[in-house]
Nanobody, 129 residues
Framework: EVQLQASGGGLVHPGGSLTLSCAAS????????IGWFRQAPGKEREGVAS????????YIEDTMKGRVTISSDNAKNTVYLQMNSLKPEDTAVYLC??????????????????????WGQGTLVTVSS
C-alpha cells in the first residue's frame, strides 16, 4: 500500500523559508515520481514541483521557479520541497502525491486536475506577519 506522509508546515513570516518533507513507503521509491501540490482555502489545487526519483528529473511550475527547490533522499524514501522568499499568497495546504509514471506526474503539475491515485494528508503552510 502506497503511503505518503507530508510534514514540515507551519507559520512563517513573509520573506522566510520553509522545507517540507514527504516520506514514502509501500512501494519501490526509485521507480516513482513524487509531486508537490497546494490548495489554498476557496481555491483550486495548484501544482508546485515534481521529481522522478529514479533519474532525478525535476519539474517546477513556472510561477514557483526561483523560489522552490525539490530534491530527494532515496536512502530515506523522502522528497523535500524547499521554499524561499515566501509570500502570504503561498499560504495553503501542501500535499504530496506519487505516481509510477514520471511524465504523468509532470503533466499533473502542469494540469493539476489530472487524476492521481496516491496522496498524502497534507501539511499547512501559513505565511503571515
Amino acid at each position: 500500500e502506497v503511503q505518503l506522509q507530508a510534514s514540515g508546515g507551519g507559520l512563517v513570516h513573509p520573506g522566510g523559508s520553509l522545507t517540507l518533507s514527504c516520506a514514502a513507503s509501500g512501494f519501490n521509491f526509485d521507480d516513482y515520481a513524487i509531486g508537490w501540490f497546494r490548495q489554498a482555502p476557496g481555491k483550486e489545487r495548484e501544482g508546485v514541483a515534481s521529481i522522478c526519483t529514479g533519474d532525478g528529473r525535476r519539474y517546477i511550475e513556472d510561477t514557483m521557479k526561483g523560489r522552490v527547490t525539490i530534491s530527494s533522499d532515496n536512502a530515506k524514501n523522502t522528497v523535500y520541497l524547499q521554499m524561499n522568499s515566501l509570500k502570504p499568497e503561498d499560504t495553503a495546504v501542501y500535499l504530496c502525491a506519487a505516481d509510477s509514471r514520471c511524465h504523468h506526474m509532470i503533466h499533473s503539475i502542469i494540469y493539476p486536475t489530472t487524476t492521481l491515485n496516491n496522496w498524502g494528508q497534507g501539511t499547512l503552510v501559513t505565511v503571515s506577519s
